[in-house]
């Protein structure tokens, strides 16, 4: 069967009668416009409906936390450890030796089929029909308005096998989008309960995966963004070199109930080079050190990729062979206009720590911006955030104020991101 394309203008009817089909560009809108209406009527029924909010889950790892001391609060539906010997502490850990992490609660969504490829790219807006076998990308999923519904991780495994993965928080939005625009032109499964996710993030991490054994030494090879199938203890896993640190590492992708046998070798792997088990704390310490965007803080639906500083997995294409992707129209118009806030650095200079949601301001305590994301950076011995401002105050050394619960706090615009694997601004 010949494959459809993109821009003939072929009839979405007589491609679905002739499974698998290829998606053009109008059969997937359809699909994907309806998904979060569809999704927001199912949610708000069930709001109505619904007597208690639903249990909090547990990873396959809860009781690794328990055991290791680790302080458990409730996060984007699940259980999770905030910190085990402190956030500061932690931080360094992975700054100067090595740090694991659980991640379990991420999503992962699995995309199988001659035309999955094709789905993937039309949901993103980084372009991933320039991936190869074995390579991974970051990305952004829009709306047709533009605005974020995720950002994620890209992972070709094959042309005809993908995985995306998800934040936590955004699972079900996330799999409704992508099961969505997957229903006659591939095979769609959400295996988010199937798999465990665990990230060995530090300068020293892959000492760490060589004392597990010769496969995990054969993993310093891997390429930035790279991913390849292994054995680790004894457990087949998917090893990517990604991260949400700033530092180098990775991520292991490994069966569900196989995930405490992959933490107890590494823990035990890496008690010679001072691994520590790391929390959600410093996990949001060290990304924001390194300016990598939290979604639900600096991006969601109500922010777009460029004024995020995101506009680099925007990928248009050429005038020959432009992309056709969701939000693509709203996002071109924006490229091409002024902008009218930015997200940027900020350091707080006078006394006073920045937090998600205090008010930005100017001279005449007029409110101009939002703190998106602050707190202490441990690595750089600075108070610092990141927040929306006019673009005309988004120059390097321009000065405002935060609205510390009624003090203003005095801070200065400065250059991102504040700290860079092994060098600190």
């Known amino acids: 069967m010949r494959r459809p394309s993109w821009s003939d203008g072929f009839d979405p009817l007589s491609a679905l009668r002739s499974a698998p089909s290829a998606p053009s560009a109008a059969n997937l809108a359809l699909d994907v416009q309806a998904g979060p209406r569809a999704l ?3 949610a708000g029924s069930s709001r109505v409906l619904a ?4 249990p909090l889950r547990r990873t396959s790892l809860y009781e690794e936390h328990v055991a290791l001391g680790g302080r458990i609060v409730p996060f984007a539906g699940w259980e999770m450890p905030v910190q085990y010997t402190g956030v500061v502490d932690e931080h360094v850990a992975v700054r100067t030796a090595a740090g694991l992490f659980d991640v379990s609660h991420m999503g992962e969504l699995r995309l199988r089929g001659e035309f999955a490829g094709h789905v993937v ?3 993103v807006t980084n372009d991933a029909k320039k991936l190869v076998d074995g390579q991974a990308m970051y990305t952004c999923a829009c709306n047709e308005q533009g605005t974020i519904l995720d950002d994620l991780i890209v992972y070709r495994r094959a042309q005809d096998d993908w995985l995306v993965v998800c934040n936590a928080s955004n699972r079900a939005k996330m799999s409704a989008h992508f099961e969505r625009a997957a229903k006659d032109h591939c095979e769609f499964e959400d295996q988010s309960d199937a798999t465990a996710l665990i990230a060995l993030q530090g300068p020293r991490a892959f000492e760490v995966l ?4 010769p496969a995990g030494a054969a993993l310093a090879s891997l390429g930035s963004f790279r991913f390849t199938n292994t054995t680790l203890a004894g457990v087949t896993c998917t090893v990517a070199r990604t991260g ?3 530092e180098d590492g990775v991520e292991i992708f490994c069966p569900w109930s196989d995930a405490p046998v992959v933490w107890r070798a590494l823990m035990q792997a890496g008690r010679g080079v001072g691994i520590k088990p790391i929390g959600l704390g410093a996990r949001d310490t060290l990304r924001l050190e390194g300016r990598l965007s939290l979604y639900g803080n600096d991006i969601d639906e109500t922010t777009n990729p460029i004024e995020a500083g995101l506009g680099w997995v925007v990928k248009l294409g050429t005038p020959d062979h432009p992309r056709d992707f969701v939000g693509r129209a709203a ?5 091409a206009s002024p902008l009218p806030r930015k997200l940027i650095g900020f350091e707080v200079t006078g006394r006073g720590i920045a937090r998600h949601g205090y008010p930005l301001t100017a001279d005449d305590g007029t409110v101009i911006g939002l703190c998106t994301s602050g707190s202490p950076g441990p690595t750089v011995g600075k108070n610092i955030g990141l927040g929306y401002l006019p673009s005309a105050m988004t120059a390097v050394g321009t000065k405002f104020f935060v609205d510390c619960r009624g003090r203003n706090i005095d801070a200065v615009v ?3 991101p504040f700290y860079k694997r092994g060098r600190a601004r």
């Open 331 to 335: 996002l071109e118009r924006m490229m």
């Open 414 to 416: 400065v250059p991102t």
């Open 40 to 42: 927001a009527s199912w």
């Open 51 to 54: 007597m208690s909010e639903p």
């Open 244 to 246: 949400y640190t700033a």
């Open 210 to 213: 060589a004392a597990v054994g």
């Open 121 to 123: 790219d039309y949901l």
